[in-house]
């Protein structure tokens, strides 16, 4: 069945510092994989989507790469600021390409001044 | 700004109670979606629709059932709610198309007694 698995422990940085966050699906690659950041008690708010052969994609301090053959993407947050302190989401779509999307379960960022 | 609308941030409702959620979207978008998100467990999809009067079960149906009459609402029904259904409630648009990111809304979230 297809997954995504973000590392369920919380990350620490200090402030300044470059956050890396990791996302693992599994069987096909899919064409897109998208990022979300949430706060608690709201919503999820879309970030980023990456194509399977952009290989990188850049918004401002954030940077997002597709790796197929480990089957893996990262999100890095370089410059880290304590609002930058959220839930990030990784989600792909299900076979067929659909408008659906699986989501991981998320990575806590906590980024301490 | 575009919005997806909950029309409840919190709601208490009695075991057995038959319980309406309402969503509504600004955007002009085709699909439409209803999570769970539950600790643990993350966003599990309950509903989809990509139409009017068009809808598909996600992975987590049963208990539940979802209207969409008009193009800008969706609304999920809690047939005879229970327990097990308190949980934080997110709906979610997109454009029709698998690379689009989803826009979500505030969020419902209901408590069952």
């Known amino acids: 069945s297809q997954k995504i698995e973000q590392n369920s422990e919380a990350l620490n940085i200090q402030e300044g510092k470059t956050a890396t966050l990791t996302c693992n699906y599994t069987?096909?690659?899919?064409?897109?994989l998208q990022w979300y950041r949430q706060d608690p008690g709201r919503g999820p708010v879309f970030l980023l989507l990456?194509?399977?052969?952009?290989k990188e994609k850049r918004k401002e301090r954030l940077k997002v790469t597709f790796d197929t053959t480990l089957k893996q993407s990262l999100f890095h947050i370089t410059a880290s600021q304590p609002a930058d302190s959220a839930t990030y989401l990784c989600?792909?779509?299900?076979?067929?390409?659909?408008?659906?999307?699986?989501f991981g379960q998320g990575t806590t960022l906590q980024v301490k001044p | 700004d575009v919005k997806v609308t909950q029309s409840s941030r919190y709601l208490v409702k009695r075991t057995g109670e038959k319980v309406f959620l309402e969503c509504v979207q600004d955007m002009d978008h085709e699909n439409m979606f209803w999570y769970r998100q539950d600790p643990g467990l993350g966003l599990r999809l309950i509903y989809f629709s990509y139409d009017v009067k068009m809808k598909e079960k996600g992975d987590i149906p049963e208990g539940y059932s979802v209207s969409r009459e008009k193009k800008e609402r969706f609304s999920l029904i809690l047939e005879s709610a229970s327990t097990n259904q308190t949980s934080m409630y997110l709906c979610?648009?997109?454009?029709?198309?698998?690379?689009?990111?989803?826009?979500f809304g505030s969020g419902t979230r209901l408590t069952v007694v």
């Open positions: 989600a792909r779509h299900r076979s067929g390409n659909t408008g659906k999307l699986i």
């Open positions: 979610a648009s997109s454009l029709l198309g698998a690379d689009y990111g989803y826009t």
């Open positions: 990456i194509r399977e052969n952009e």
């Open positions: 069987n096909y690659s899919p064409a897109y």
